[in-house]
């Protein structure tokens, strides 16, 4: 086959790989170049040969082997072993992108099949003498696959044309995904960095694990590559992956993609050192001002604890997961990272994605409502020098509303408690008190120990100091007893050292769990009267779930 051929066919080739592929790979235009050029790698021969005609150097006039036996050769399945042998030691040495090795081993396969199919066929078996071609001699002349004809130029187009449309572009993507069967990747090309709306998906379906049949709504939270859809139960909050991989959690009929409710996405990148889970759950929260905003994080922490596990749950996916000392979020939400309870963070780096939901006429706590937007919010019977605002919060995540209709409040002031988390901190800082008081007893365990042990030394110590005097021991004994009271010393502080410090870490952990708390109540925006404390029922699955509570303010202008 003709070099033009090649390229054209390991093109197509390697883009109908990836997209067979179970799982996503992340390419680039080196990808394709890498392709090529392991393909090309068979046409050494012929270049070697040609320099040969045309050089001066008595080092290629030397050369006795022929031209056809180097093309044979690298036309086997050994030159391919050891091609291949050779590329994976130097990514293994180098520590480059799997993706390209991937790319050149295709490429070279590509070619091995393709020259299958010429005239000659191949020695697929070198040294052996064995020849394999699929066609015959006048198939080929028909076919297009004698080098150089008319017929096999246009077989080199209709390659590059399938090449063009197995693209990953928006334009065909669905159509290819559509050929093959796959409804997740028919949806992969929702992008999720910006939206308007959320993404509903009805699936049908049946559990990898449980077997159990699905057939309900869930809601996209985002995409692996193009074949893993992560979705969320609107019910139980359950994450799943969903597509036709091995390690998907379920397993999909049909998908149904729909439109939900007007959200606003953001996106915001940050570095962690030196810190922990708690504090960074503190900071993303502390940037959260609206209660209808999620967060979703995906990135690397760096922990130093070789031992260190993370449960896993098999029906579910996980966002969370380990790989050596390095932790991997994807799609992770705060919930998710309090698992990891105050886990120590080396370093790491973060993409947060905020979801807020957009509801209409309804104005947050950090939202005034100034004189030319006064009349949209304000009632008939409130006068006109009077401002209107609206705080809203989830109802499933408070205990106590701590304002009554018509009461004032001062900006700062406690309107609601939440619930959820701040119990489960406050059980957590209770049993932290309790660990804490237990190394205390510790302490005084040890101290009183090592007082006692002590106390018999110096006696002892005393004791061998007459003997001494009178020439009964020499001094050698004395001094061993001055070395065991030493010793005791050092491991009564050793011990006190290492248990004041685990109290260390409680202490952080208690300060971290009671600044959590604080910023889970919601205050009051401003200094008003509050006016109204109205409910909104879910429209979603469960209607008889109280989905928002809405307290109305006003406030002097």
């Known amino acids: 086959m003709s070099f033009y051929t090649n390229i054209a066919f390991s093109l197509l080739f390697i883009q109908l790989v990836r997209i067979l592929l179970p799982y996503d790979v992340k390419i680039d235009v080196f990808f394709y170049i890498l392709s090529v050029f392991s393909n090309l790698i068979c046409f050494t021969p012929v270049i070697l040969f040609k320099i040969r005609k045309s050089s001066t150097f008595t080092i290629f006039n030397k050369l006795t082997v022929s031209q056809q036996e180097i093309i044979d050769f690298t036309n086997s399945i050994l030159c391919y072993l050891i091609f291949s ?44 003498f064995i020849r394999f071609s699929l066609i015959t001699k ?37 159509i290819i995904h559509s050929i093959i069967q796959n409804p997740v990747g028919a949806l992969s ?32 939270c985002g995409w692996i590559g193009a074949n893993s859809l992560i979705v969320e139960d609107p019910e139980t909050g359950y994450l799943y992956s969903v597509g036709k991989g091995i390690t998907d959690n379920i397993q999909p009929f049909s998908m149904e993609e ?90 790491g ?33 409130i006068p006109e020098n009077i401002n209107k605002i609206t705080v809203h919060f989830n109802a499933l995540d408070i205990s106590d509303i701590k304002v009554k209709v018509g009461q004032k409040v001062k900006k700062g002031d406690i309107l609601v408690i939440s619930s959820k988390e701040q119990d489960a901190l406050k059980l957590e800082n209770n049993k932290n008190y309790i660990d804490f008081s237990k190394l205390n007893n510790s302490i005084e365990k040890i101290q009183a120990n090592y007082k006692e042990k002590l106390e018999s030394k110096y006696k002892e110590l005393e004791l061998n100091k007459n003997l001494y005097r009178e020439g009964l021991i020499s001094e ?21 050292a290492s248990i004041q410090s685990e109290q260390a870490k409680l ?37 008889r779930r109280v989905d928002y509570y809405f307290l109305d303010f006003l406030t002097s202008m």
């Open 85 to 128: 042998l050779l590329i994976n030691l130097a990514f293994f040495i180098f520590k480059l992108n799997t993706s390209y090795l991937l790319s050149l081993e295709i490429g070279y396969i590509s070619h091995l099949i393709l020259e299958s199919f010429s005239v000659t066929g191949v020695r697929l078996l070198y040294p052996s």
């Open 138 to 174: 006048k198939d080929a002349a028909f076919r297009g696959f004698m080098p150089g004809s008319k017929a096999e130029k246009i077989l080199a187009g209709i390659f590059i044309l399938l090449f063009v449309i197995c693209l990953p572009t928006e334009s065909y993507k669905k």
């Open 189 to 220: 090309d929702v992008k999720y960095e910006a939206s308007e709306k959320e993404t509903i998906v009805n699936l049908k379906g049946i559990h990898n694990v449980t077997h159990e049949k699905i057939n309900k709504q869930f809601k996209a």
């Open 258 to 347: 729909k439109t939900g409710d007007n959200i606003l996405i953001s996106n915001k990148n940050i570095s962690v050192y030196r810190t922990n889970i708690h504090k960074i759950i503190s900071d993303i929260e502390s940037s959260i001002t609206d209660p209808d905003t999620r967060a979703f994080i995906t990135g690397e922490l760096y922990i130093d604890d070789e031992h260190y596990h993370i449960a896993s749950y098999p029906t579910q996916y996980n966002p969370i997961r380990l790989n050596q000392k390095r932790i991997e979020l994807q799609f992770a939400r705060l919930e998710d990272l309090d698992r990891l309870k105050n886990t120590h963070i080396t370093s």
């Open 349 to 381: 780096k973060l993409a947060i994605r905020y979801e807020k939901k957009v509801y209409k006429d309804v104005a947050h706590a950090s939202e005034l409502n100034y004189n030319s937007e006064k009349k949209n919010y304000t009632d008939k019977n």
């Open 476 to 496: 050698q004994a004395v001094k061993n007893i001055e070395n065991d009271i030493s010793n005791l010393k050092a491991n009564e502080e050793l011990e006190i």
């Open 507 to 543: 202490s952080v952990q208690i300060e971290n769990n009671n600044r959590h708390i604080e910023r889970l109540n919601i205050f009051s925006p401003i200094d008003g009267e509050v006016s109204n404390i109205s409910v909104n029922f879910n429209d979603g699955v469960s209607k």
